[in-house]
């Protein structure tokens, strides 16, 4: 499924960094997500837009940031205050969200480490 | 809000055979339930959906059964090959509010 791009593939974060993971999608998909997975955990919703300038929290948004200033972006801030941040991330986009239009695209994932 | 339970977390069938994977819900609203397949290094991807609407949809070797009053939902995959072997997910909707996932099932299929 091509057209929703995370990257970068690794990233490295040190102590107290803020860090920026990117989600672009070519799709003209209004709803895009951002879901965290530890092994065992699946995939647990962070973040999620269903259009552009407007998003709201998931199941584990604490120490994590996200805006929406365009509909084909919806980059990730992991923040110091997400203490244990180390985990593959999944940016997602859907047509909308509802009615029949829910089939969700993925990204390729970032596997986020802590230095 | 939603609650997706998936069970076995791991499973291991030999070729051939045929591999059942259970989920159940808890929000008698939710009304969507798709299954996406995740192998080892890829992005998670569709493989077959259901609505509320319907009982039981086939797709090939895979099929998906609904049991509404039970709040619960089950991947069928017949003929196992090797290539099925990846993660399978489960998930719910009712949609207003994203899909809720299972914690996952690891499928093996021994040759």
């Known amino acids: 499924d091509g057209g929703i791009t995370q990257s970068p593939k690794y990233l490295f974060r040190k102590e107290g960094q803020n860090v920026t993971l990117s989600c672009e999608q070519n799709?003209?998909?209004?709803?895009m997500y951002w879901y965290r997975q530890d092994p065992g955990q699946g995939l647990r919703l962070i973040y999620y837009?269903?259009?552009?300038?407007?998003?709201q929290k998931g199941d584990i948004a604490e120490g994590y940031s996200v805006s929406r200033e365009k509909k084909e972006s919806f980059p990730l801030t992991v923040t110091s205050a997400q203490k244990n941040p180390t985990a593959f991330y999944l940016c997602?986009?859907?047509?909308?969200?509802?009615?029949?239009?829910?089939?969700?695209?993925f990204g390729s994932g970032t596997q986020l480490s802590v230095l | 809000g939603e609650n997706v339970e998936q069970h076995p977390s791991t499973l291991s069938v030999q070729e051939g055979d045929s591999a059942v994977i259970k989920c159940t819900y808890s929000?008698?609203?939710?009304?969507?339930f798709p299954w996406y397949k995740q192998e080892l290094g890829k992005r998670p991807q569709l493989i077959i959906d259901i609505r509320s609407n319907v009982g039981e949809k086939k797709d090939q070797r895979i099929a998906v059964t609904l049991n509404k009053t039970a709040k619960h939902f089950s991947l069928h995959i017949t003929e196992t090959q090797p290539e099925d072997s990846a993660v399978y997910f489960c998930a719910a909707s009712n949609g207003n509010t994203p899909l809720v996932f299972g914690k996952g099932t690891r499928l093996s299929v021994i040759a």
């Open positions: 929000d008698s609203a939710s009304n969507y």
């Open positions: 997602a986009s859907s047509k909308n969200m509802g009615a029949t239009n829910e089939k969700l695209f």
């Open positions: 837009s269903q259009i552009v300038n407007d998003f």
């Open positions: 799709l003209n998909h209004d709803a």
